[in-house]
């Protein structure tokens, strides 16, 4: 499978489009599966902490492999921590404390690898060859690695960080309303696992908040767009999270959740929503980047945009009792055409 051009090629800077990967997946821990990275597109192991990896130099920069929990990692700010007294006692309390910090969080890796999820973080990836980072997938299949239909214990997801081609709020306020008016549809293409679904990682966005955005008067300054999106998701847990977007226009604003260590600017939207398939023979990043370019190509057709974000909006803000018979009159239309 090849991956689809977007309608918009370029970022806005001018140059080819990247996306970010991330996924998560149970079967190999983090040395395997640097590995496998280093295998399939070259590099050097470097070791972080031992449960946390980098790969470094492969054809499009630095993998990043490491288990997926924040205690199987030293903290940075107590490896960092300066001694409260500059004497040799002190210093050597210090190393002490760092010393059992490191080697407590290594412990906790051990005993939970297996337990908890290896992720792989990929550098951004030209649009055009994720077909070549599809073949990492395929090697983490083959070596065991399970994904999310391999137990209903297991909500592993796939997550997509497109680039965006441009900065402009109109632009972005448009892709998030083909966004909204694709979601049903992607969440059914997907068939989102049941075990995603009750957990907090990728929910939908609100229905008022929809409502807002698709208003065909809805023409908001950045800061007011950001405000909204505050006001109707005070959580980074969406199925497409604008946080990381946000923070990188308006790293200044005035809100907790722009200074969370978790919330990390960039460029990009942050798509949560597909599952970690790798059983599923011929999956991957394609297949899900295949499926988000739909949302762009909507974006770009203003017309059928606009026309759609004005159905969903006159639908959803009918009556029950009209929206029912509005049901029933298209499902009998649909009988008697079939």
Known sequence: MSPQSPPEARNFEGKNRSVGVEIEFAGLPPWETAELVRGC??????????????VVETRWGDFLVELDT????????????????????????????????SKTRELIGDVVTGLVPTEIVCPPVPWDELDSLDALFAALFARGAKGTDASLL????????????????AHIV???????????????????????????HANPFPKDYAL????????????????????????????????????????????????????KPR????????????????????????????VERLAADQATLRERAARYVSYHTQSPLVRAFQWLSDWLRRRITS
């Not at 942050?270 to 739909?294: C, F, I, K, M």
């Open 267 to 294: 460029p990009t939207f942050h798509y949560r929503l597909p599952n970690a398939q790798l059983s599923l023979r011929g999956w991957g990043a394609v297949t899900e980047w295949n499926r988000w370019v739909a």
């Open 41 to 54: 597109f070259g590099g050097t192991i470097h070791e972080i902490s031992p449960h946390r990896l980098r």
């Open 70 to 101: 924040q205690y199987a990692h030293p903290d940075e700010k107590v490896l960092h921590e300066a001694p409260k007294r500059d004497t040799e006692w002190e210093r050597q309390r210090h190393q002490m404390r760092v010393d059992f910090h």
């Open 212 to 263: 807002k955005v698709l208003d065909p008067g809805y023409a908001p300054s950045l800061d007011d767009f950001i405000a909204d999106y505050i006001e109707f998701n005070p959580t980074r847990n969406r199925e497409l999270d604008l946080y990381p977007l946000l923070a990188y226009l308006r790293p200044d604003y005035p809100h907790e959740l722009f200074s969370d260590k978790l919330v």
């Open 154 to 169: 297991y909500g592993f997801g796939l997550h997509l960080n497109p680039e965006v081609a441009s900065l402009e709020v």
């Open 174 to 200: 448009d892709q998030l309303r083909a966004y909204l008016l694709l979601a049903e549809w992607l969440r059914k293409e997907i068939d989102i696992d049941i075990t995603r679904e009750v957990l907090p």
